[in-house]
């Protein structure tokens, strides 16, 4: 089955401080991915990049690599969703796993992520 490359924006102080990164399921992406889990996404399969650098900066290999992807991309929070369109790159949007407010309820935002990915998986499955 195709794969969904994941766009974040940067990791977090806590994340550098931990050492770990997306692929790691720890903070955030815990939540991203027990929603995904509820699509029938497995997040080991899936690609996870960040828009920026640790230091703040653009990472241009990052954005190289949403151009050229075979996956489809998903921009994960405004930051980088803004990156993906300055750079003229097609993704869906995405609410921020750790985004403030009422979608940072775990039903909230599972729903939230079925209803932006669920039709997308349906259609990969046909697809391949």
């Not at 609410?95 to 990969?124: Q, W």
Request: charged share 25%; glycine share 8%; hydrophobic share 40%.
């Amino acid at each position: 089955m195709r794969q969904f490359l994941f766009i974040g924006e940067r990791r977090s102080n806590t994340a550098i401080r931990m050492g770990v990164t997306w692929t790691d399921g720890r903070l955030c992406a815990s939540t991203l991915f027990d929603a995904l889990s509820r699509v029938g996404v497995d997040p080991s399969r899936q690609r996870f990049m960040n828009a920026f650098t640790d230091s703040g900066q653009v990472d241009l290999a990052t954005v190289r690599t949403a151009a050229e992807a075979q996956e489809v991309v998903v921009g994960l929070g405004l930051k980088a969703q803004r990156v993906l369109e300055e750079h003229g790159i097609e993704h869906v949007k995405l609410v921020h796993p750790a985004a403030r407010g009422k979608i940072r309820l775990k039903d909230n935002y599972r729903r939230h992520v079925v209803e932006t990915l669920g039709p997308r998986t349906r259609t990969l499955v046909r697809a391949n």
